[in-house]
């Protein structure tokens, strides 16, 4: 590829991300602290075989949402992505909320990762205030990001890298324990784990209840896989790489999540009471930390801890990337100033990058409140808004086929189909607002509802559907025609 080439896109972006690049920005968004960390406590609320199906299935949907995605960003690869297709194939006003929401998200979410950040750094430094260790870890995003896409993509790649490699020495020695290879698994060896299974209530714990709610919290582990979506806009061959690092989400959610969840659940009880105090404040008590520990790896807890750093500095480095491109996306489709639309000489939207650092810097608010509280604030605040953006992908590509089929497109012009059509975008659909509405739903039917907790829970669906239809009304958009689809992608 020319160097003219490689500044093509939307007349701004460089197309400079390669192949590794788009496979570690896919692999690195699908594993986090929600594995790290948030996995016991999966485990001991819906037993182990409630966690394993929660894993499977919510899996399964995120497979179908990014062949979905795969097929639309091969075909169209803007940085706008799944904003970019709902404007094209849904509606003006639902790319335009869709968009906005998803800056807003992942904005919101670099403060939570900061303030995380925060937590996991007084491990080893009690003393040392929390705000010092956020503008550090601000500046560092702020920097990997303004050098360039490829600067971006770089850090990402061995921040993934750290992550998988984790993970595979989890499962290597936890296959080891399990098989009485190395000390710390049950003394009946494979039998013995599979004990944990039928232990109390188990394999399921709390039935359909508990399922529904380690659902969401497994989709919140799996977000950030979308990213690729959004780096298509940067990368060097788009119909190519995409693909590829598409097909390997399947394998990479079998395994990093799958495996890793069976090998917990065959070594941990989910009575054991430490699976309870998962959270971000307590490292110790992460499950792949009980397991090294169980098999005499000494120092595991400081290991776990810099891992869980590299996880939380990876995902605000991706949250940066992410909001910035998706705000430079809108300003170039008019949806926002057009400020946001300047690029500078290595192609980074510096303005766009400014405004998502301000929005980032909610992570100061530690400084009056206790960081704890503001890290659940913040949570909070992002909510469903990942679940938003995963409907959008499901109903834009649903329509996007419609498109092409009302006006005769030949599909095999696309660089990659989604083999699973129509049952893919549906499945993924329905399942996806089965667990946001299904959220707190057991509040609604108590004897006195906590309308608090039901607003935090819920306030990002209305919030998205006011903005959807406040630019209609505006605007006086309508759905788009199936015939009228611009369905041709780039060329």
Not at 268 to 273: A, G, L, N, R, V
Not at 375 to 390: H, K, R
Not at 395 to 402: A, G, Q
């Amino acid at each position: 590829m020319s160097d003219s080439q490689a500044k093509t896109e939307d007349g701004g972006l460089h197309r400079s991300l390669k192949a590794r690049h788009m496979s570690m920005i896919a692999i690195g968004g699908s594993i986090g602290t929600g594995l790290f960390v948030a996995s016991g406590a999966t485990i001991s609320q819906a037993g182990p075989g409630g966690a394993l199906l929660a894993y499977m299935i919510v899996g399964l949907m995120v497979y179908f949402l990014m062949t979905s995605l795969g097929e639309m960003a091969s075909h169209m690869p803007v940085s706008g992505s799944f904003a970019t297709y709902g404007a094209k194939y849904v509606d003006e006003g639902f790319g335009f909320a869709l968009g906005w929401n998803y800056w807003y998200n992942w904005a919101v979410t670099i403060a939570v990762d900061l303030v995380a950040a925060q937590l996991v750094m007084a491990y080893w430094f009690p003393g040392i205030d929390g705000f010092i260790w956020s503008a550090l870890f601000l500046a560092l995003m702020f920097g990997l990001n303004a050098l360039s896409a490829r600067g971006f993509g770089e850090s990402e790649f061995w921040f993934a890298a750290i992550k998988v490699a984790t993970v595979l020495v989890f499962i290597a020695v936890g296959v080891m324990m399990i098989f009485g290879i190395m000390q710390g698994g049950s003394p009946d060896g494979l039998w013995g784990g599979i004990a944990n299974f039928t232990a109390g209530d188990a394999p399921f714990v709390g039935g359909f209840a508990a399922l529904i709610g380690v659902a969401m919290v497994v989709g919140f582990s799996f977000q950030g896989t979308e990213l690729i979506g959004i780096a298509a806009g940067e990368s060097e061959d788009p119909a190519k790489n995409v693909p590829r690092a598409v097909r390997k989400v399947f394998w990479r959610i079998l395994l990093f999540y799958v495996f890793a969840i069976l090998i917990i659940g065959l070594l941990i009880p989910y009575t054991d009471p430490k699976l309870l105090r998962n959270n971000l404040g307590d490292i110790a008590v992460s499950p792949f930390t009980l397991v090294f520990e169980r098999a005499g790896l000494l120092s595991a807890a400081a290991v776990m801890n810099a891992v869980v750093l590299t996880s939380v500095l990876s995902a605000g480095n991706s949250g940066m990337y992410a909001s910035t491109r998706m705000l430079y996306a809108l300003a170039t489709q008019g949806m926002a100033p057009k400020m946001f639309a300047k690029v500078n000489a290595r192609g980074v939207p510096v303005l766009a990058l400014l405004a998502t650092t301000v929005i980032a810097a909610l992570c100061f608010l530690t400084n009056v409140f206790s960081p704890k509280a503001v890290y659940i604030w913040l949570l909070n605040l992002s909510g469903m808004c990942g679940f938003v953006a995963w409907l959008g992908i499901a109903v834009s590509h649903y329509r996007f086929r419609k498109g092409c089929e009302a006006q005769g497109f030949d599909l095999n012009q696309l660089p990659y189909r989604a083999a699973a059509f129509p049952f893919g975008p549906v499945f993924a659909f329905v399942l996806c607002l089965i667990i946001t509405l299904g959220q707190n739903y057991e509040n609604f039917l108590s004897d006195k509802i906590d309308w608090v907790g039901a607003i935090a829970t819920y306030i990002g669906l209305p919030l998205f559907l006011i903005i959807w239809w406040g630019y209609k009304l505006v605007k006086g958009t309508r759905i788009v025609k199936y015939k009228d689809m611009d369905v041709q992608g780039l060329r």
